[in-house]
């Protein structure tokens, strides 16, 4: 009988809504949806009898397998973190070798076996809690590790609520089998996102929810070792990448490299003189692909990556986005084919039939089972206003990548229709702005309307029709997605993107077509209390509370945006209120709203208000997270976190500055007299103080981002140049009074 059919039936359930356990979400009458309190949601859940008190746990059984009792020592970890136990590990017995099992209870007794689920052998698993402890079966050691992400995702939710896990039995399985968190290397190098440190992190985040793929656009950050010469300060060493793809694999995580191979070449052969024989010399970052010679120097490129990751069942080539950075700048030998009669398609899809088989015979040379995988945006997308020209032309034992970071998705059927597989990307990044964007929709007035469809929605949306697409018995088959950012727009907002990733671990493991109005109030609440290893239930609901009211204020700033354009340092968005954007130029579009009021939400007073609204809220949870900073275990993302409020404090303080400037000076340019110049000299005064104040805040926001990326890629350090721009203008002012 389903969880939800038992509530009423049995004492302990109730005790646990009301504790926080198991989360209600309607009441009386109205049906009642239960989940625990796990990311991603287990796909079935059913009440099983008494609890399990974890604080009687003594032992922790484990097949004797080296996988298993990894998962074992983690599962140890946590008990001892959670509820003050060291228990023991014992392994179990030889007649169950040829199962995977790992016991948590007060006894070494082994209970009555547990079904495994069916169908789902590679990564399902099932879970059994009783009052004698916690069971977990699978017939994988990936199966077994998930299980035991689970059970310690129970024991925190147990120790946070000061109660015992459930009694349940959990059949569990993931949609997809490749999921996974994507980035562009040379769009990272010089940042955080770039060092062996974090990447070690990630690979040990991604295994809590359950994601197995981290997959990254190598460029030279791998070191290569037929082409030594274009490493450089960014590159990891090879010792560094041996390390982190056997850390990975410990995890059950894949490290999955990508190199674009025809455009975006330009950190491999642009950066070294020993590159300018590979280059195509009139279009700076694209590989020549008339030289036959290319193909060989690619394949050796191959050849160093299958080497390092060993595991990985594809190699990305890349091969996107080729026409807008050719744009016919052809070099001679390129230019010669065209002229006899090949177009730029012809020589486009040969280039990738060159580089598949170059896949192919690298991985061959390993005996590796290696496939080769392509973004397909030149095909799904329509660049030249015709869609699909030429795919024929591409082998079909080629992954298509499918990255569309809004609605629609119809280029998944096509690509399936066509018999290729799928791996799909969604993407957060256009509005990441202090904090991850939590309602795309919102502001609707000024957005493009591809964006209201963006970013965590583009996460769930996307999974949710991949799924669909899979059900409907094409050619090819849906094989994993990914959520990607770029262009260091999470550095903006890090690392609170973190809600996006796991977001999408929760719609690629869990039911993908589940829609995320529905979801996405009880995701807040677990990532809350999860991603930051709350320690009791008051910490998770400030956490989850600064996330939601933090947003709304998100949302305002961004109407002012469209008003004012003052949101400094964004790149590479679709929204061009966001690119480009300068200070002084906001104070020319202050008094020209001064003067032409747009309508209601569009005049001064408005932008003004939402500024005194953004300041009261982000000052209060300052404050409050700060509160419960010592209670949340996940210290490093609680401190980015609290950052947050600073950073939308500090953007609304600047924004009245503005205001109160443009004012200023209008009243300064309209003065009559040696008197009514003299009755501004201390408004000019108190704006010169507070103008002092900003600097100081800002250059504190300034050293924080300085540590996470070197340049000046989230703007801070222009706002900085701006205000002291401001401040010499403001003392000059007040001097003349």
Not at 52 to 79: E, K, M, N, Y
Not at 234 to 240: F, I, R
Not at 267 to 274: E, G, H, M, R
Not at 496 to 505: C, K, M, N
């Amino acid at each position: 009988m389903p969880l939800t059919g038992l509530i009423t039936r049995i004492p302990y359930l109730k005790t646990a809504f009301a504790c926080g356990l198991l989360v209600a979400h309607t009441v009386c009458a109205d049906s009642t949806a239960a989940v625990l309190q796990v990311i991603p949601q287990p796909r079935e859940v059913k009440a099983a009898g008494a609890e399990f008190a974890p604080a009687t746990a003594r032992c922790i059984g484990v097949s004797d397998d080296a996988a298993d009792r990894f998962a074992a020592r983690l599962l140890q970890q946590t008990v001892r973190e959670t509820h003050g136990i060291d228990c023991d590990i014992i392994l179990l017995p030889q007649k169950f070798t040829n199962w995977h099992r790992l016991w948590l209870g007060a006894a070494s007794d082994l209970p009555a076996a547990l079904a495994i689920p069916q169908g789902n052998t590679e990564e399902g698993y099932g879970l059994k809690v009783d009052s004698a402890g916690a069971l977990v079966v699978a017939e994988s050691e990936a199966g077994l590790f998930y299980g035991a992400q689970t059970l310690m995702q129970l024991l925190e939710q147990s120790h946070r609520e000061t109660t015992g896990i459930p009694g349940i039995v959990v059949t569990d399985w993931p949609e997809f089998g490749w999921r996974a968190r994507y980035f562009d290397a040379s769009q990272y190098f010089g940042s955080v996102v770039a060092t062996r440190a974090n990447l070690e992190r990630e690979i040990k985040l991604l295994a809590r929810y359950k994601l197995n793929w981290l997959c990254f656009d190598a460029y030279n950050f791998v070191p290569f070792k037929s082409f030594p010469a274009c490493a450089n300060a960014n590159t990891l060493s090879l010792a560094d990448w041996e390390y982190l793809v056997e850390l990975a694999h410990r995890y059950h995580v894949t490290l999955v490299p990508s190199l674009q191979s025809f455009a975006q070449m330009y950190d491999v052969i642009w950066t070294c003189d020993a590159g300018k024989p590979y280059r195509e010399a009139t279009a700076p970052g694209l590989i020549c692909p008339s030289r036959p010679e290319n193909i060989e120097f690619l394949q050796g490129l191959y050849r160093d990556l299958i080497s390092v990751f060993k595991y990985s069942p594809v190699l990305g080539i890349g091969c996107s986005e080729t026409g807008m950075q050719w744009d016919k700048k052809y070099c001679p030998l390129c230019r010669a084919r065209i002229e006899k009669g090949e177009t730029e398609q012809d020589i486009y899809y040969k280039h990738v039939r060159d580089c598949v088989q170059a896949v192919d015979a690298a991985a061959k040379e390993f005996g590796h089972s290696v496939r080769p995988m392509m973004w397909a945006d030149e095909f799904y997308m329509g660049y030249n206003g015709q869609r699909w020209v030429g795919i024929e032309n591409i082998p079909t034992n080629t992954v298509m990548g499918h990255w569309k970071y809004w609605k629609d998705y119809d280029g998944i059927s096509g690509l399936l229709q066509r018999g290729f597989d799928v791996f799909f990307l969604s993407a957060s990044y256009q509005h990441n702005i202090y904090l991850v964007d939590l309602s795309p929709q919102d502001p609707v007035d000024g957005k493009w309307d591809a964006l209201l469809a963006s970013g965590i929605r583009n996460i769930a949306d996307q999974a949710g029709q991949a799924a669909a697409d899979n059900q409907k018995g094409l050619r090819g088959k849906i094989l994993g997605g990914g959520c990607a950012t770029f262009s260091q727009h999470d550095i903006r907002s890090w690392d609170t993107t973190w809600f996006a990733y796991v977001l999408q671990a929760e719609y690629s493991w869990g039911d993908p077509r589940r829609p995320l109005d529905d979801e996405l109030n009880r995701f807040t609440d677990k990532f809350a209390a999860i991603f930051y290893e709350a320690r009791d239930h008051e910490t998770a609901q400030v956490i989850a509370s600064a996330y939601r009211e933090l947003d709304t204020v998100k949302s305002d700033l961004e109407r002012n945006n469209y008003l004012i354009r003052d949101f400094i340092g964004v790149y590479d968005v679709q929204d061009l209120c966001y690119n480009g954007n300068d200070l002084e130029a906001s104070l020319k579009l202050i008094d020209e709203l001064a003067a032409h009021p747009k309508g209601p939400g569009k005049t001064i007073a408005d932008i003004r208000q939402r500024c005194n609204h953004a300041l009261t809220v982000a000052m209060s949870f300052r404050q409050k997270l700060a509160a419960v900073a010592s209670r949340a275990g996940n210290v490093t993302s609680m401190q980015y976190l609290i950052s947050a409020p600073h950073k939308m404090e500090n953007h609304a303080r600047r924004t009245l500055l503005l205001l109160d400037m443009a004012d200023a000076f209008q009243k300064m340019n309209s003065a009559k007299g040696a008197s009514a110049r003299q009755s501004l000299r201390q408004t000019f005064s108190q704006l010169e103080k507070r103008c002092a104040e900003l600097q100081d805040d800002t250059h504190t926001i300034v050293d924080e981002m300085d540590e996470l990326t070197h340049g000046d890629s989230t703007g801070y350090h222009k706002v900085l140049a701006s205000l002291e721009a401001f401040a010499k203008r403001l003392k000059e002012a007040e001097a003349v009074q």
